[in-house]
């Protein structure tokens, strides 16, 4: 069951109408999503979001939920016949995020295929157009989702398959330059940078709880360096690049920082987006200032801070120190189902430990989800 957070609670009190908050602040230099399902707290915002964003782990909350009790049973009882997945998917996409919280948000709802197929292009193929069958059955057209699809060779090979076919996707777990480029490659239309690794969130003693995000995380070098990657891919092909959209924050602050690092969105769970709303704006007390939304991602750009410009040339994240041809473009990493990316994962240990953390915490979530559906099927 989600946890109830009262109003008072939830985000302080707003009377004072000329004092902007964190949150406002930020919501002028990128877009603020919010990741969370609950429809109360989301219509209850202080600020209207633009992206609602989910995973395994929030769509199996949902499931647990007793106010979505009768629908899983209706849904169980409508398609039985079809198996777990497609209970599972209508439940959670076209019913329980789309149908109840679309209206709320100002842009897509997000979605991701199942973690556990993450090596099976096909089946990534398969799960992504069961969504868009969903979404179109409920009436919501395909500027207003879009589908998460762990950065793996197999599953990229899918988003590039997705993409031409005009279904709009995102390459998730996302934490090393090669990954980008191949979402590149895949014409995904969002990439997910995580900016603090999985142990953080359960181990406080593993958060670089640093004073400035911006420039001194351990993950700042690799995202500031994607986004000069795409910018750089922009100016030579005219392309549009995957928009940033950064994710996995712990405090307000990293939240803060990525408007300054040039993130065209956040994805903001609810507690961080708590902090964000009950914490007065006051620039003097930030590192570095962000920039207003341009109007094109990369066309309008605004100009580097000059304080950020050494993260152009460190990785804290490298047992080896910066590597200069990380970034390459000339890579097909998408060739041979994507081998070549599976092998730039694999010596960055980095993001090898990570992306198979990330894949094994929404697959146990998955795994739960599966277990509540077939358990509902039974009871049909």
């Known amino acids: ?29 990128l877009n603020v999503d919010v990741d969370w399902m609950d429809t109360d707290y989301i219509k209850n915002m202080p600020i209207k979001p633009h992206d609602q964003t989910s995973n395994q782990l929030w769509v199996d909350v949902e499931l647990a939920n007793p106010a979505n009790a009768a629908l899983l049973r209706e849904t169980a009882r409508e398609l039985k016949d079809r198996g777990w997945l497609a209970i599972y998917t209508r439940m959670r996409k076209a019913v329980l995020m789309c149908k109840k919280n679309i209206g709320y948000i100002s842009g897509r709802a997000l979605l991701q295929t199942l973690p556990s197929k993450a090596y099976d292009t096909q089946a990534t193929i398969a ?49 090393c330059l090669p990954q980008a ?4 490659q895949a014409n995904a239309f969002y990439i997910s940078p995580y900016f603090n690794e999985k142990a953080a969130h359960d181990d406080r003693s593993k958060w670089p709880n640093v004073d400035d995000p911006a420039t001194e995380h351990p993950m700042s070098p690799r995202v500031f360096q994607m986004l000069q990657v795409y910018r750089k891919l922009f100016k030579e092909t005219g392309r549009d690049q995957p928009l940033m959209k950064n994710a996995s924050y712990i405090s307000a602050k990293e939240a803060m920082a990525s408007g300054e690092l040039g993130c065209h969105s956040a994805t903001i769970s609810h507690t961080v987006l708590n902090e964000l709303a009950k914490l007065k704006y006051d620039g003097s007390k930030r590192p570095g200032e962000g920039s207003q939304k341009p109007k094109h991602a990369y066309s309008d750009a605004t100009p580097v801070p000059e304080r950020l410009m050494k993260l152009a040339t460190v990785d804290p994240l490298s047992p080896s120190g910066f590597n200069a041809t990380a970034a390459r473009t000339d890579i097909d990493y998408l060739a041979n189902g994507g081998a070549e990316l599976a092998r ?3 010596a960055d240990p980095y993001a090898n430990r990570e992306l198979a953390a990330a894949l094994e915490l929404f697959t146990a979530a998955e795994n739960r989800s599966k277990e509540k559906v077939q358990k509902a099927m039974a009871e049909a």
């Open 1 to 29: 069951m989600s946890p109830q957070i009262q109003p008072n609670e939830r985000y302080g009190s707003m009377d004072s109408k000329n004092e902007q908050t964190w949150l406002e602040r930020l919501d002028e230099e």
């Open 127 to 175: 799960h992504a157009e069961l969504y868009d069958a969903e979404f179109s059955r409920a009436g919501i057209s395909r500027d207003r989702y879009c589908i998460k699809i762990p950065s793996t060779g197999p599953a990229l090979n899918a988003v590039a398959t997705l993409s031409a076919k005009g279904i709009p996707t995102l390459g998730t777990a996302v934490f």
């Open 181 to 184: 480029v191949a979402c590149s």
């Open 344 to 346: 730039a994962i694999e």
